[in-house]
């Protein structure tokens, strides 16, 4: 098992604000008048309303805008990392053999097995709750996970924690020798499964005003390159769901 080091983005802001009053006091110092702070500028205004959408495929660096939910995201992505299919992005480790050994994905989930190992004929649907699927997923069976923790994903409420197999799983033993963490079918094994010992993960499932957004970060081995699973976590936290304007 480990634990995660994600700050709620409520008090990540809340301390950011703080710092930002505090720049804002210094500088009025000396000075014979000071206003409130100003408005932002039409041009920011409109930059902030023209961040790039998200590839469907190539290589990335910058800030996009993640469609498909009923919420977007904005994420932020330095450079080196890669999309495919425009719902998944991640980076290799050159020292190990096998691709994306840090990736974040996006897909929706729809069944859960109540039994990661013995899944055929366990693939429970669940309820379109961020707190049903926190609940079946920390459930289940052959996996073991950190205590769900409340977060901010910008404006919206969510849950975060680690997920990985027990380490005394056989996976051989395991229905079709892999175990799986979700589906999109009911009767097979379509999501996400591993076949061998290493891979974990780390799910923020953001509550959208009684739906839900699932973003997944996975870790494929142990012995990944500190550095990149750091600058995996600083993408995975610059994530930020933006409520429409009233």
Not at 3 to 10: M, W
Not at 148 to 163: H, I, K, L, R, T
Request: charged residues 20%; proline residues 7%.
């Amino acid at each position: 098992m480990w634990t995660s080091s994600r700050r709620s983005r409520a008090a990540h802001a809340t301390r950011s604000r703080q710092v930002g009053v505090a720049v804002a006091l210094l500088a009025c110092v000396g000075l014979a008048a000071c206003t409130a702070a100003e408005a932002p500028s039409p041009a920011s205004t409109a930059e902030a309303d023209t961040v790039a959408p998200f590839p469907e495929r190539g290589p990335l660096a910058g800030t996009y805008l993640v469609t498909g939910n009923p919420v977007p995201f904005e994420i932020t992505v330095p450079d080196g990392w890669v999309t495919y299919n425009g719902a998944e992005l991640g980076r290799d480790d050159p020292d190990i053999p096998n691709e994306w050994n840090v990736f974040l994905t996006f897909y929706p989930i729809r069944y859960v097995p109540t039994d990661a190992c013995a899944w055929q004929g366990a693939l429970v649907q669940v309820d379109p709750t961020a707190e049903a699927l926190v609940d079946a997923m920390t459930a289940q069976a052959s996996t073991v996970s950190t205590p769900p923790v409340e977060v901010m994903a910008g404006d919206y409420s969510g849950f975060e924690f680690d997920q990985a197999a027990e380490s005394d799983v056989d996976f051989t033993a395991c229905d079709g020798g892999k175990i799986c963490i979700w589906s999109d079918s009911a009767q097979d094994c379509t999501g996400r499964w591993f076949s061998s010992a290493g891979l974990r993960f780390t799910w923020l499932v953001v509550d959208l005003n009684g739906g839900r957004a699932v973003i997944e970060l996975g870790q494929s081995d142990p012995s990944i390159d500190p550095a990149l699973i750091k600058e995996g976590r600083a993408v995975f936290d610059s994530i930020e769901f933006v409520a429409p304007d009233e």
